[in-house]
């Protein structure tokens, strides 16, 4: 990892996997929203040019050899954000706002995620979508997130998987180890709420690319499906 950072008390963290064609928008979005002092990219096994991409975007890039996974991803970048706050001998470490890679230049509207945490209103915010996204699979994995975080807490986010999301580092750290792969953002609500921390939804102008019907599509929501029942699993 090789970037400077500037002044400022948000790092954002975006795990991305062969997304060289919308890298580079996001990254420049972000970089651009109030307070954020860094960026970083966690190229997640792509086997495209997201990587250089994301470097000639200005973003500081972690890479892994192979696809890890969404929480992996999403604790190596804050794991790289760490490290920068300690070589810059920061008292308070910086907040953490997790913004998707496909995103584009639409990444500039998701300021009013931070400013909760900034303010300290909020430990966690999650992002509920004011545009509509078609979506090529019928809720399923949605449905079932929603209701498990339901019962867990007693409490159902509008969007229980946006991972669209700002903690604070105390909170990321409450959460810690994430649920694996996809459960992570359903794992994240309930482990903090049932530790008592605050999370507050902010509706923000953010689009991200629509899913398709296609095998590759179908297999991906299995794959997500399989992961959200086994966060819920572990935390009956």
Avoid at 210 to 217: F, K, R, V
Wanted: net charge positive.
């Amino acid at each position: 990892m090789s970037a400077g950072s500037r002044s400022g008390d948000v790092a954002v963290i975006i795990p991305a996997r062969d997304e060289a064609d919308r890298i580079r928008a996001t990254v420049t979005a972000a970089a651009g929203l109030p307070g954020v002092a860094l960026v970083v990219v966690v190229d997640d096994g792509s086997r495209d040019t997201t990587a250089e991409a994301a470097r000639r975007a200005g973003a500081a890039v972690v890479r892994h050899a192979r696809n890890r996974g969404k929480a992996a991803a999403m604790q190596a970048g804050a794991d790289a954000v760490s490290l920068v706050d300690q070589r810059e001998g920061r008292e308070r470490p910086r907040h953490l706002l997790f913004l998707d890679a496909d995103l584009g230049e639409s990444a500039a509207q998701a300021g009013p995620l931070a400013d909760p945490v900034i303010a300290g209103t909020a430990d966690m915010t999650i992002a509920v979508f004011t545009a509509t996204v078609k979506l090529g699979g019928h809720g399923l994995v949605v449905g079932l997130s929603g209701a498990g975080i339901r019962r867990a807490v007693g409490w159902r986010p509008v969007q229980p998987l946006n991972g669209q999301r700002c903690l604070t580092r105390a909170a990321f750290e409450a959460a810690r180890p994430l649920a694996p792969g996809w459960g992570v953002e359903t794992a994240l609500t309930i482990d903090l709420l049932r530790q008592g921390l605050r999370v507050a939804e902010v509706e923000v102008d953010l689009a991200h690319r629509a899913t398709g019907t296609g095998l590759s599509a179908q297999l991906h929501r299995a794959h997500q499906l399989a992961d959200v029942a086994r966060a819920l699993a572990t935390r009956r």
